[in-house]
Each structure stands twice: as C-alpha cells, then as structure tokens.
C-alpha cells in the first residue's frame, strides 16, 4: 500500500512539471554532456549493445537464454565501464596537465610583459 502511494505522489510531482521545468532539465542534461562527452557515449553503447545482442538472439543457436543474457549485461556493462574510465582519465588530464600547463604559459606572457 505505502508503496502504491509513493508511486501516485511521484506520477502527481512529474505531471505538475511545468515546460519551464523539463526545459530547464533537458538544458542541464546538454551542459553535463558539455563536460563529460563519455556520459551520453556511454549510454549510446549500452543501448547499442542490448539492441544488437536482442537482435542476435534469434540466431543464437544451441546457447541457452539465460547465458545469452548474462553475456549481453557482461558486454553492455562492460562498455559502460570503459567509458566512465576513460571520462576519469579525460577529466584528470584536464585538471592536472592541462591547466598547470596554461598557467605556467599565462605567468610566462605576465613576466615577458614586464
């Protein structure tokens, strides 16, 4: 019962959305995809594997369903992961290589100036 309720609360929240709202979440969607490209490559991927191994599973031969499935989550999380590796490297190398980099340009020009 408390969880019905919880369930109708949540569908009343989201129906009061105004359009404001959902624009201002589909604008934060697009920006934190501005900044981690690798979030929405990653959410690509895994669709992109579940559909191919669903289409796949017609020809999948003497493989029982159960196995079929479980190679299908091991492959699409597996490239879910590759990708948030990959966003840690990327955001590190700009934190840590990059803007020490700039700076040291920046106080460069500021002492070639003087």
């Given at each position: 019962m408390a969880f019905h309720l919880m369930l109708v609360c949540c569908f009343c929240l989201?129906?009061?959305?105004?359009?404001?709202?959902?624009?201002?979440?589909?604008?934060?969607?697009?920006r934190k995809a501005?900044?981690?490209?690798?979030?929405?490559?990653?959410?690509?991927g895994f669709f992109a594997i579940v559909a191919y191994r669903l289409?796949?599973?017609?020809?999948?031969?003497?493989?029982?369903?159960?196995v079929h499935l479980i190679h299908m989550r091991v492959?699409?999380?597996?490239?879910?992961?590759?990708?948030?590796?990959l966003g840690v490297v990327y955001s590190m190398y700009k934190e840590y290589i990059l803007k020490p980099?700039?700076?040291?340009?920046?106080?460069?020009q500021k002492a070639l100036e003087k």
């Open positions: 989201l129906a009061k959305m105004t359009a404001v709202e959902y624009e201002d979440n589909e604008s934060k969607f697009i501005k900044e981690n490209p690798f979030v929405p490559a990653g959410m690509l289409m796949k599973m017609k020809n999948r031969g003497d493989t029982k369903m159960s492959a699409a999380q597996g490239f879910v992961v590759g990708a948030m590796t980099a700039e700076a040291q340009k920046a106080l460069e």
